[in-house]
C-alpha cells in the first residue's frame, strides 16, 4: 500500500499516519521529521533547512526529492508506505509521480484532510512531542494517561517545534494554500483523490481512513 496523506499544517497528517504504521506495518516517511533530524544532525542539507523551516517556507524542491526518492529505495518501504508532508509543489507531485513509475510501482491512494484554518492553529499551538520517541500529543486534546510521561516510551522529555507559533503559522498556511492545495486538484483529476473529515475527532477520522484503505 503506498498512501499520500494530503493537508494543511496541523491537519492531523503525522497522527493518522503513525496509526496506520501501528495497523499495517509500512513505514511513515515524513519530510518534516526527515528534514528536522537533518537539521538536528547538523548536516549540509540541515543546516540549509534550518532556516528555511523556521521561518515556515518551503524547503527547494531538489532537496526533499532527493531524500524521498533515496528512502523509498531502503528495504522497509518494500511493502508500501506512507508519504506524509510530500509532494508539497506541484514539482514535487510530478517528480513522485515519475519516480514511482520508474520503479515500476503504483500510487493506491492521496487522502486529503480537511480542517478549518482557525482549528488548524489551535491545534498546532498546543502541540508538543516526546523527545525520545516522537509521540504527538496537545495540551488539551491529547495529553499523556499519567501527567509528564509519555504513553508508548515511559520518556519524560518532551519537546515543541519552533515553527509551531502563531506568525509563523500563517506563513504556513499561506504557502499551503499557494503551493500544496493545488495538489488537491491534480489528484483529483487523476481520479485518485479521497478526501476525509479532518475537523471530526481523531477516532473518527481514523475510521473514515480505514474505510478507504479496507476498499482497497
Ligand atoms: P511538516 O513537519 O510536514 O509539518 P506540516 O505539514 O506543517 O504538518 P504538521 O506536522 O504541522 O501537522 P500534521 O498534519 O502532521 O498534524 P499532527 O498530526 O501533528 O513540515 C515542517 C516544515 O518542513 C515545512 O514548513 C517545510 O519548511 C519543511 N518541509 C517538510 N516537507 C517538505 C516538502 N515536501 N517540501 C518542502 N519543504 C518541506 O496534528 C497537529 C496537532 O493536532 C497535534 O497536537 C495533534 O495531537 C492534534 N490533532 C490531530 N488530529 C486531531 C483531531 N482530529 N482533533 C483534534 N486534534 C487533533
Ligand atoms: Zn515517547
Redesign the pocket.
Known sequence: MRLILL?P???????QAQRIVEKYGIPQL????M?RAAVAAQTDVGRRAKE??DA????SDDI?IAIVSERIDQPDCASGFIL??????LV?ADATEKMLRDKGLALSAVIELKVDDKELVR??S??YSCAQCGT???DT??TPSKEGVCDKCGSTHFKRRP?DNAETMTQ?LEVYYKETSPLIGYYYAKGRLETVD?M???DT?TADIEKILSAL
Open positions: 493537508g499544517p496541523g491537519a492531523g497528517k503525522g497522527t515524513s519530510t518534516g521529521d528534514l528555511v523551516m515556515g517556507k518551503l524547503v526533499v506524509d508532508g510530500f509532494p508539497r509543489t514535487q491545534r498546532v498546543g502541540r504527538v500529543y496537545h486534546d491529547k515553527d504556513r479532518g471530526a475527532e481523531m477520522v
